[in-house]
């Protein structure tokens, strides 16, 4: 139990173009999906938090127009890039949390490369 | 300013060997810690603890946590080539209502040699 996947794996776009990753957990209602980023030898910085059907809550730093957070069901959150820029390529990962569980279960990344 | 700290930053050792890494964490509104390892791709759920001294365990995998001194250690037993990985702690905090934030330390990448 408590599969998370994430789709694409990997991606590499354009600068200047906009990437949507799919967070889904595929056996568990998710009230609440958290978005990581992690730079190489660094560890998970949360960017956001969302809870279905509300809108999501960003960290400090993080800026909400250019990473756009849509939790429209409770199995399925995505994070839209916009504007991609070289310094956003990164490993991004959703994790989610069953009701008022403190334990949050992870998908397994999406790599962006950003050219 | 939430704060968590792992140590070592790396360790290698031989199998067979028991290591113990550690985690000092320093947060608001403390809920609980947990503990995940993490191989290629994203982090997988070892532990979840609430409480100080009580041990939690899981096969050659066990950790204990300490809310008054605040730190938590992981012990792995009869290492594995397997248990390579990096290790992270996370201690959860309430930041309202039902949100809770994971702060995660850095890490300890354990390097387990046949």
């Known amino acids: 139990g408590a599969v998370v996947s994430q789709h694409p794996s990997w991606v590499i776009c354009k600068s200047g173009t906009s990437v949507k990753i799919e967070c889904r957990s595929l056996d568990f209602q998710a009230t609440t999906m958290f978005w990581y980023r992690q730079f190489p030898k660094q560890s998970l910085m949360l960017m956001a938090t969302s809870n279905e059907g509300s809108k999501a809550t960003y960290e400090q730093g993080v800026e909400k127009d250019k990473f756009l957070i849509n939790h429209a069901s409770l199995t399925l959150s995505t994070l839209t890039v916009t504007s991609a820029h070289p310094e956003d390529s990164s490993f991004y990962i959703c994790?989610?949390?069953?009701?008022?569980?403190?334990?949050?279960?992870f998908g397994p990344g999406t790599r962006l490369t950003v050219t | 300013e939430d704060k968590v700290v792992q140590s070592p930053l790396s360790l290698v050792v031989h199998e067979g060997d028991t290591v113990t890494l550690n985690c000092s964490y320093e947060v608001t509104n403390f809920r609980s810690l947990l503990w995940y390892k993490q191989e290629k791709k994203a982090p997988t759920f070892l532990f979840m603890l609430t409480s100080s001294g009580i041990e939690k365990k899981s096969g050659r995998l066990s950790s204990i946590l300490d809310k008054k001194e605040l730190f938590s250690i992981l012990n792995i037993t009869a290492t594995q080539t397997g248990d390579s990985a990096i290790y992270l702690c996370a201690p959860s905090n309430l930041r309202g209502g039902s949100n809770y934030k994971l702060t995660f330390g850095k890490g300890t990448l354990l390097t387990v040699n046949p």
């Open positions: 994790s989610a949390r069953q009701g008022a569980a403190h334990e949050q279960y």
